[in-house]
Antibody
Framework: QITLKESGPTLVKPTQTLTLTCTFS??????????VGWFRQSPGKALEWLAL???????RYSPFLRSRLTITKDTSMNQVLLTLTNMDPVDTGTYYCAHLSNLELQLRWFDPWGQGALVIVSS | DIQMTQSPSSVSASVGDRVTITCRASQSIRSWLAWYQQKPGKAPKLLIY???NLQSGVPSRFSATGSGTYFTLTISSLQPDDFATYFC??????????FGPGTKVDIK
């Protein structure tokens, strides 16, 4: 059974850097065809994809946030970290990590997802 | 950037009703579409992938069709556990995926 759980600060101040940790079990990011993605859901807005890291350390970022995002993995700890610099109140929302599933040999579907971590940006 | 739209934005229905939700893409996404269910305070749950494939463990009352720019999700007989918000997601431009705004299914 695959599970993921996000952790990190609930409240951050504007201009600070946010670091979120996704701790997972049930798979290993050292195995081929594995990946973890990050998403966020801001109030009144659609879900938004942020970043993705593959087993081979290939990293992909949303072009809209590329300059502010960094995704890394710690295979030994079964963790994926996401940092978002220069936080702004518009970055307020719930941040999710999700497992990249290999369904019918298609590495395009995220399942399951973590429970989410609420992040509020306020001074 | 591919834009996804959904209709209706909300629907009120009763247990046992048949409910259909529509998702449209701003350009062809072939069959690269997923449907998710999300309940308040919970994570999205994958229901359908590749436009019409039922994810393991998802009840057979859920079905979906479509390709190109037009897709539908149907719940054949609404159950109490189905009251939730449903999102479509395109993966044609993976990993730069985009989501629809959601359709809330609530109790009439």
């Amino acid at each position: 059974q695959i599970t993921l759980k996000e952790s990190g600060p609930t409240l951050v101040k504007p201009t600070q850097t946010l670091t979120l940790t996704c701790t997972f079990s049930g798979f290993s990011l050292s195995d081929s065809a594995e990946g973890v993605g990050w998403f966020r859901q801001s109030p009144g807005k659609a879900l938004e994809w942020l970043a993705l890291i593959y087993w081979d350390d290939d990293k992909r970022y949303s072009p809209f946030l590329r300059s502010r995002l960094t995704i890394t993995k710690d295979t030994s700890m079964n963790q994926v970290l996401l940092t978002l610099t220069n936080m702004d109140p518009v970055d307020t929302g719930t941040y999710y990590c999700a497992h990249l599933s290999n369904l019918e040999l298609q590495l395009r579907w995220f399942d399951p997802w973590g429970q989410g971590a609420l992040v509020i940006v306020s001074s | 950037d591919i834009q996804m739209t959904q209709s209706p934005s909300s629907v009120s229905a009763s247990v046992g009703d048949r409910v259909t939700i529509t998702c449209r893409a701003s350009q062809s996404i072939r069959s690269w579409l997923a449907w998710y269910q999300q309940k308040p305070g919970k994570a999205p749950k994958l229901l359908i992938y590749a436009a019409s494939n039922l994810q393991s463990g998802v009840p057979s009352r859920f079905s979906a069709t479509g390709s190109g720019t037009y897709f539908t999700l149907t719940i054949s007989s609404l159950q109490p556990d189905d009251f939730a918000t449903y999102f479509c997601q395109q993966t044609d431009t993976f990993p730069q995926i985009t989501f629809g705004p959601g359709t809330k299914v609530d109790i009439k």
